[in-house]
C-alpha cells in the first residue's frame, strides 16, 4: 500500500488534515508537540471509476455513484522545528518515521498564525513563505548527515579491488527506503570526486538532495486558507506555482456533518448539499464553507492526496478481473479491486502485485475493455481491467 506522511512545524494543522483525511480519533490541540507517536491511518485517492462506462454502478464499497477511493496509508508524524537534523526538538524520531514514507506532504500554516516553532502568534505577524523549502531542507540535511556518518566505511571499502561506489551507498541508505537504481541515477547526475577520500560536506549534501528529489516525492500544500489574509495567499501562490491550497478544518466539518447524515458531500467534491435539518448558526458556518469551496473549488485536501500520488509519484489505477465480459470476480462482485501501480507497469507486474504465485504462474493477460489478449510487455494505461489467466489457482 501507498504511504504518504504529512510533514510541517508543530501547530501547523498535521493532525486535523490527518483526522480529515481518516476520521480517525486523534487529539487535536493549538499547541506545539500535540502529536509525540506518529499517527497512521488509511485515507483514499479518488479517481472516475470505469462503471461509470456501463449502465449500473458496481455497487463496491468504495464507489460512491461512479467515484472509486482507492486506500493509501497516511502518517502524521512529530512536528519539525528548525535544525532537527541535529536533533532538535523531536528531530530524530520525526526524520526516522518519514523516511519510511513513498512520498511527503509538507504543509504549511499559510494564515502565520503559527511561528517557526508552532507557538500561537497574532494572525498575519509570522511570514509562512520562509516554509517552503523548510522541511525539504532539514530532510536532506538530516540525510547527507547519515551518509557523511557512515562514509568512513565507504573510504574502507575503496581500498579493495571490487570497490563500486553505488554498492557502497546503498549499504549506508538501504534502511531510508532509497533504492540501488535510484542511487544510480543521482551518481550520473552530479560530479564528484572520484575517490571517497576526497568527498567533502558539499558532495554530500548535493547527493542528499538528489536522492531526496528521486526516492521521495514532495508537494507543499498551504493549510488554513479559511483564516489566511488574502494578501499571504496571493503572495504564496505567486512564488510558488505548484502550491496547493487547502482548509483541512472545513474538511474536516463536511466529512463529520456527511458522517451524521446532515449534508450529502463526498471528498473531492466541490460543493455540498445540505439534507437534515440544522440550526441557524450551523447554516451560517456551511455558508461561510460554501463561499470558500465555491471560490477554491473545494476544500483542497483530496486534491492534495490525489495529485501527489498520481502526479508527483506517477501512479495508475488497474482493475483486475476474472470475468472479462462481465467484468466480474469469481463471487460475482462487479470491479472488485483496483490497484495503484507505477506508470510504466506490464500485465505480469500486475499478476505479481495480486498474488506472488499469480505472477509465477503467469501465462497472458487480456483487455477487459477491448476483450483481446495483450502482449506481456504492454504497458497498462490508468483505468485499464485486466483480466490475469495464471497456471496458479
Known sequence: MIVLALAGKPNSGKSTFFKAATLAEIEIAEYPFTTIKANRGIAYVRRECPCV???????????????????????????????????????????DDLMNADAIINLI?????????GELVEIGKYDPIQELTFIKREIELWLAGVIK???????????GPKFNIETSIASVVSGLGIKSQDILHCLKEMEYPPMPSEWADGDYEQLACLLREVSKPLIVIANKID?????????????????????????????????????????????????????????????????????????????????????????????????????????????????????????????????????????????????????????????????????AK
Not at 500554516?109 to 516553532?117: C, L, V
Not at 556518518?149 to 581500498?159: G, L
Not at 510504466?344 to 505472477?359: C, F, K, M, N
Request: charged share 30%; proline share 3%; hydrophobic share 35%.
Open 109 to 117: 500554516d499559510i494564515s502565520g498564525r503559527t511561528n517557526e516553532e
Open 149 to 159: 556518518r557512515n562514509w568512513t566505511n565507504i573510504e574502507r571499502a575503496s581500498r
Open 53 to 95: 462506462d456501463r449502465e449500473k454502478r458496481c455497487g463496491n464499497s468504495h464507489c460512491r455513484n461512479g467515484k472509486r477511493y482507492i486506500p493509501i496509508e497516511l502518517i502524521d508524524v512529530a512536528g519539525l522545528v528548525p535544525d532537527a537534523h541535529l536533533g532538535r526538538g523531536l528531530g530524530n524520531q520525526f526524520l
Open 227 to 391: 483564516i489566511a489574509p488574502e494578501e499571504s495567499i496571493k503572495q504564496l501562490t505567486g512564488i510558488e506555482k505548484d502550491v496547493l491550497i487547502a482548509s483541512s478544518q472545513y474538511e474536516l466539518i463536511l466529512r463529520k456533518g456527511s458522517e451524521r447524515g446532515i449534508i450529502q458531500y463526498d471528498p473531492g467534491d466541490e460543493t455540498f448539499e445540505i439534507i437534515g435539518e440544522i440550526t441557524a448558526e450551523q447554516e451560517e458556518g456551511l455558508n461561510e464553507i460554501g463561499k470558500m469551496m465555491e471560490r477554491y473549488r473545494g476544500t483542497g485536501l483530496q486534491n492534495a492526496l490525489d495529485r501527489i500520488v498520481y502526479r508527483e509519484m506517477g501512479m495508475i489505477t488497474v482493475f483486475p478481473v476474472e470475468n472479462e465480459a462481465k467484468w466480474i470476480d469469481g463471487r460475482g462482485n462487479t470491479l472488485p479491486d483496483a490497484y495503484l501501480m507505477k506508470n510504466g507497469s506490464t500485465p505480469r507486474d500486475l499478476a505479481y502485485e495480486v498474488h506472488t504465485d499469480i505472477g509465477d504462474g503467469y501465462l497472458y493477460a487480456i483487455d477487459a475493455r477491448l476483450n483481446r489478449r495483450i502482449s506481456e510487455d504492454q504497458i497498462l494505461k490508468d483505468g485499464d481491467i485486466i483480466k490475469i489467466v495464471s497456471a
